[in-house]
């Protein structure tokens, strides 16, 4: 599909993120560390800033008008959230800290059910946030698996359908991986892990900054969302997770929100999604992370992805050109995202003083002469250039970033 926007108009854009008109040693700053935060455009700062300066009250909880201000706005971004990943009902958009306390969510509440026994799958190439929370599940008897990562970096299918069996509860992958880049097929895995009875946790902190995100057409039963990769605030994210489920699963936390009834021996759960958010939100974060996903519409997640396309094209083509580098994770762009990970020979991981100048970067990189490991190898450390709207990012990454 082509783009929309004029190479002018993303010039444009760029003027909409104060931080990008900054600096360094006397030049310009070329920020390519987004696939570990992004930059704020104006308008998220803007949003939250109005909560503190003109709507600020608790939400839920009462009738006077600043108050029905603050729910407003607060449930409005809400709908805002189901609405840009093609959720059924607001029952089904739950705010957390971010993608990593998403995952905790379904990690220990669906976890309290698990036995001796019973399996988790999950990748090689996953993030610690969707890895660690499930290998800690092997302390109590359930068997834990990780499915392989082929050459080219791409997750292997034959082995995930081995590994699946009729012990297997949940499945526990990424949209797109922030180490390799790849874009996983999560329709098809989804369709397989069902087929057997297991239950799909999909990771989508890097895809859902990045490409149109359908979780209906995913069939996924819970997705994660990382609010400050898509431009929003820090410690604000959601679970996605089908109504049908959630209604079934313990909550998380207790207290505030949560309860619709205490009795000194019993309490009621709240209706869903207020049964997973105890004690008061992150109101303004929630907020900005709406004006967010304005702001991303107002661009059109079809432009995002294409102009990162052509920005991953770019870079791949320069980085190829270098035959001390040894870039992984696919080729076919249709299949990957901005993340860009490379080792270079003779550079070991925390020499930071490599300062490779090209025309698309003019940060600092960091790089390793290890070979690939598993992504959760913090000794197999690559360095990753990522590609984004408003600007290309790169940071030195294990599967933290
Ligand atoms: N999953 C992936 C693929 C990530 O890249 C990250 C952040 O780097 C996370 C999860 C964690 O996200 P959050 O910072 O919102 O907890």
């Not at 070329?30 to 300066?53: C, N």
């Not at 604000?236 to 619709?260: C, N």
């Not at 990189?365 to 190898?377: D, E, G, I, K, Y």
Request: charged share 25%.
């Amino acid at each position: 599909m082509a783009s929309t926007i004029t190479p002018a108009r993303w010039v444009e854009i760029k003027k909409d993120f104060p931080t990008l008109a900054r600096t360094f040693n006397g030049k310009p700053l070329v920020y390519l560390d987004s696939a570990a935060t992004a930059q704020k455009p104006q308008a998220v700062t803007d949003a939250v800033v109005a909560y503190y300066t003109k709507h600020t009250a608790n939400v839920h909880r009462a009738v006077y008008e600043l108050s029905a201000e603050a729910t407003e706005r607060f449930e409005g971004a809400r709908e805002k959230l189901r609405k840009f990943i093609n959720a059924k009902s607001t029952k089904e958009v739950i705010w957390t800290k971010g993608a990593t306390e998403a995952i905790n969510l379904v990690r220990y509440s669906v976890g309290l059910n698990l036995k001796p026994g019973d399996k988790v799958l999950s990748t090689l190439m996953e993030h610690h946030s969707n890895f660690v929370p499930w290998q800690q599940l092997a302390r109590r008897g359930v068997e834990v698996d990780y499915v392989k990562v082929t050459p080219d970096g791409l997750l292997d299918l034959a082995d995930y359908e081995a590994k699946l069996t009729p012990n297997t509860k949940l499945v526990a992958v990424t949209q797109q991986s922030n180490v390799l880049g790849t874009i996983n097929d999560i329709r098809a895995i989804s369709d397989k892990a069902h087929a057997v009875g297991a239950q799909v946790m999909v990771d989508g902190a890097q895809s859902t900054p990045h490409m149109q995100v359908d979780v209906q057409a995913m069939d996924c039963d819970w997705f994660a969302v990382s609010g400050h990769k898509m431009l929003g605030p820090t410690g604000i994210g959601i679970l996605y997770g089908k109504e049908r489920i959630l209604e079934q699963m313990e909550p998380f936390h207790y207290g505030g929100d949560m309860i619709k009834e205490v009795k000194i021996l019993n309490t009621r759960w709240n209706d869903l999604p207020n049964k997973f958010e105890a004690g008061t939100q992150p109101i303004a974060e929630a907020i900005g992370l709406g004006a967010a996903v304005d702001y991303l519409n107002g661009i059109g997640m079809g432009n995002v992805r294409k102009h990162e396309q052509d920005l991953t094209a770019y870079a791949m083509d320069k980085l190829g050109k270098d035959a001390s580098l040894t870039i992984y994770g696919p080729r076919d762009l249709s299949i990957r995202g901005g993340v860009v990970s490379f080792t270079m020979k003779k550079v070991h991981r925390w020499s930071t003083t490599c300062t490779r100048r090209t025309s698309w970067t003019t940060t600092r990189t960091r790089a390793t002469s290890a070979r690939w490991r598993s992504p959760t190898s913090r000794r197999g450390r690559t360095t990753r250039c990522a590609a984004t709207a408003s600007s290309s990012s790169c940071s030195s990454t294990g599967s933290s970033g």
